[in-house]
């Protein structure tokens, strides 16, 4: 029996409008009446979730959101922090000197900013405004000593972006979480941050059982979800590795595939 189902939220609980639809909110209704908890599980900051979790009706229940792929988890109430992995400012440090020979910005996040270094790009624009934040600038030198953060990204063109992967120092893969969560955005995590690892930390502040916990996903930075869980869905939108991660396939994000999943694995 699903007692938690954990939701990714761009091209999966969102269609490429960037809106709930009403099918899905009605699933998610009907989910919550019967007693299973929603977690919405995604790369965005708690702010670029809140307008959200009040249309899902989710900030006045004992609820979750596990926020910036996976470092920081929230209460929706109160927005106490429960869990996080954090990033240090050396760190912070180290990853933009080696960005200043490419044209990217690096964006990097407290709980509630988005902050970024170099020249504001369209690309970064483009990114802020899809969350609904205004970016504000900061030199790394210049962050305050007591000020958390939890993720940092760069963020530019594909083909630009491309080409700095290629040449991303190994012990990075070693030192940090690294994954290519969108063409233009390639995310440094804290080391063993993820959405799974976020997931399982709620599961066991909750003690909900993994084998009670279903997920939906359908990027890069949902395969931890899948791997987490033995009730994983897959979008019908989901890349292909997505796909063969999961045990089901849903929908696609234009086409109801959140409610679709709740209604046949979930409530049926």
């Known amino acids: 029996m699903i007692k938690l189902i954990a939701i990714d939220m761009d091209g999966t609980l969102l269609n490429n409008a960037h809106q709930i639809t009403d099918e899905v909110q009605k699933a998610i209704f009907e989910a919550n009446e019967c007693g299973i908890k929603i977690v919405l599980c995604t790369g965005r900051p708690l702010k670029a979730v ?27 109430n109160t927005q106490e922090i429960v869990y ?65 953060i939890y993720k940092a990204m760069f963020v530019g063109e594909p083909e630009e972006l491309d080409r700095f992967v290629k040449a991303v120092p190994n ?46 996903g359908d990027g890069e930075n949902d395969i931890d979800l899948m791997n987490a869980v033995e009730e994983s869905v897959a979008m019908g939108n989901a890349t292909e590795s997505i796909k063969a991660a999961a045990k089901h396939e849903t929908k696609s994000n234009e086409e109801d595939g959140v409610a679709h999943a709740i209604y046949q694995w979930a409530l049926n």
Do not use: C
Request: aromatic letters at 12%; hydrophobic letters at 40%.
């Open 84 to 148: 996080s992995h954090q990033l240090k400012h050396a760190e912070l440090k180290e990853i933009d000197a080696i960005r200043k020979d490419y044209t990217l910005n690096l964006a990097f996040f407290d709980e509630s900013h988005y902050f970024y270094t170099g020249e504001k790009t369209d690309r970064l624009l483009f990114d802020a405004n899809i969350l609904e934040m205004e970016p504000i600038h900061l030199d790394i030198k210049d962050i305050p000593k007591d000020k958390v």
């Open 171 to 216: 012990e990075w893969y070693e030192k940090f979480y690294p994954i290519r969560s969108l063409s233009y955005v390639f995310e440094l995590l804290p080391e063993k941050a993820n959405k799974g690892d976020g997931l399982t930390g709620l599961a066991r502040l909750l003690a909900i059982p993994m084998a009670a916990i279903m997920t939906i």
């Open 50 to 76: 809140y307008p959200y979790i009040e249309q899902l009706d989710l900030p006045n229940q004992d609820s979750y959101v596990i926020s910036l792929n996976g470092t920081l988890i929230q209460r929706t």
